[in-house]
């Protein structure tokens, strides 16, 4: 399967200011209180010192405001991080299907795919028997407090089909059944049965991008929580 981590410029900068907030908390709170040095002299006559912290009003005001700072530094870099972990779709195929002139129910689909940075990986034509495509995949969908860090949902594509537009012959036609990338591996297969259980991931399912056979072009994009298609411009 393909696991994306999304770190960008953008995930940087809030990385860094996620940085600046915990240091500001932590001098924060350090700084409430400030030391003093005292001394006295023993009984044999020599000098000692020694240090004590004491409360101080006024820095614990600035203590405040800072706190204050750090959090909503921290609460604001996790928020936007979020957003853009939610929003950040991979785009993992392109697919074009067309109806076959003279032979009815039957398409050409053209299916191009790409691993996680867009760089294409294979490129076929497959007759896929049906008025529209299937394009299956598994989704193993991660905790959110990963997607924080910029670690993306793990997909893989594993299927294409094809589907009737009449019920009927959805029922009792043929299907064509094209098995891609190996199909499901050892790996969702274990974390399937195990996702229930686990820290790290929410879920583990199959998922299912379709659209008709009009002959337009449409790129396949992998969300935090599936496949979805989307017509080409």
Do not use: C
């Not at 991080?81 to 929003?87: K, V």
């Not at 002139?101 to 294409?120: A, F, W």
């Not at 959110?144 to 860090?149: A, P």
């Not at 036609?173 to 195990?194: A, C, P």
Request: glycine share 10%; net charge neutral; no cysteine.
């Amino acid at each position: 399967m393909t696991t994306p981590v999304i770190v960008g410029w953008p995930q940087l900068i809030l990385f860094l200011v996620a940085i600046i907030g915990l240091g500001l908390l932590v001098s924060s709170l350090m700084g409430v209180t400030r030391e003093r040095t005292g001394g006295f002299v023993d009984k044999n006559g020599q000098p000692v010192s020694h240090r004590r912290r004491r409360f101080g009003v006024g820095r614990a005001l600035g203590g405040v405001v800072l706190v204050a700072l750090a959090v909503s530094l921290l609460w604001g870099t996790f928020m936007v991080q979020s957003y853009l972990g939610l929003t950040a779709d991979i785009p993992v195929a392109s697919i074009r299907a067309t109806q076959i002139e003279g032979l009815p129910h039957q398409m050409s689909v053209e299916l191009t795919q790409y691993d996680k940075d867009g760089h294409q990986l294979a490129s076929k034509t497959y007759l896929v028997k049906g008025d529209r495509w299937e394009l299956q995949g598994n989704i193993l969908k991660f905790s959110s407090w990963l997607n924080i860090l910029g670690i993306h949902s793990a997909y893989k594509l594993t299927r294409l089909e094809g589907q009737y537009d009449d019920p009927n012959m959805e029922s009792n036609e043929k299907h064509t059944v094209i098995v891609l990338n190996g199909g499901d591996d050892d790996f969702f297969k274990t974390t399937y049965k195990q996702a229930w259980s686990s820290p790290f991931v929410d879920a583990a399912y199959g998922n299912a991008a379709i659209a008709p056979a009009d002959g337009l072009p449409y790129n396949v994009f992998a969300s935090q929580t599936g496949f979805y298609p989307k017509p080409a411009r």
